[in-house]
DNA sequence: TGTAATGCTTCCACTAACTGGAAGGTCAAG
DNA sequence: CTTGACCTTCCAGTTAGTGGAAGCATTACA
């Protein structure tokens, strides 16, 4: 497969899958003679797995370490759920900042008439 | 007020201030003859006020579309409301996204017996 | 068979919002 | 007088890519 198809099978931009490669996260397989990049089926189960790590929030280089462990046959499952729950631990930590901020600034919207006037609480409420 | 204690009164690294200066968001208002910063304390209402609108998640630019509002006493607070508005719906549609990242993630740690087998639905979790 | 349109390559530069560090000038205290 | 704190500028690095240019390779179509 060349670097076009494998974007396509991996829902991923060509230049995010090139920018993969130059990092060493996934590397192709090889390369043909026209010096193309070649993929196999291998490679893109690991650029699926990476792009939904991601989403997942997981960084790149987490994503290295999981891969890692993905592919290593002798790993332990405890050092994966290690990471996992670190991640949950950080994805609840946001969600708690994400609602006292939105309840702070659902407070200052409704406080504020919005109408063609200059007097607006939002500011006042942000420059305390 | 020079830069040291501008950064303490609007509790923002000296880096950041210079970097706000570098980037006229907020400028000190003079040099003294030793060429160090001087700000006054209508800069340092500045600084407190994007500090504070950063933490609640306005991009730098935001902030410099608010601190224009903010200083231009002919706007409407319905330019105001409207970008908080904006901003508030961002926040819900990221904690949505943080609340199913949530689930997903605790469904595959609940299901990870996490001992020392290779055995781990979290990693085949990622990577269906 | 010619040519135009994709598709691929590399490389360089840019993004946001700082942060770290080096090299050097200034100032107050002991 | 020297030590240390404070200030300056400039350069580089961070994350995770994205945009674009210049230049081969391949394919589609007239």
New interface residues.
């Given amino acids: 497969m060349n670097i076009g198809a494998v974007s396509k099978a991996a829902e991923l931009p060509t230049k995010t899958v090139r920018y993969y490669a130059d990092i060493g996260l996934v590397v192709p397989s090889g390369r043909s003679q026209n010096g193309y990049r070649v993929y196999d089926e291998a490679e893109v189960?690991k650029l699926?797995?990476v792009r939904?790590?991601r989403?997942?929030?997981f960084s790149v280089d987490e994503c290295r370490e999981?891969l890692g462990?993905?592919q290593?046959?002798?790993?332990?499952?405890?050092d994966?759920?290690?990471i996992?729950?670190q991640?949950?631990a950080e994805?609840?930590q946001?969600?708690a900042e994400?609602?006292s901020?939105?309840s702070?600034?659902?407070h200052?919207?409704n406080s504020?008439?919005?109408?063609?006037?200059?007097?607006?609480?939002?500011?006042s409420g942000?420059?305390?």
């Fill in positions: 189960r699926v797995f939904r790590a989403s997942f929030g999981l462990l993905y290593d046959d002798g790993r332990s499952s405890r994966v759920k290690k996992t729950l991640r949950i994805i609840e946001k969600m994400l609602q901020l939105h702070e600034l659902t200052l919207a504020c008439l919005g109408d063609g006037r200059p007097n607006c609480p939002i500011l942000l420059s305390v």
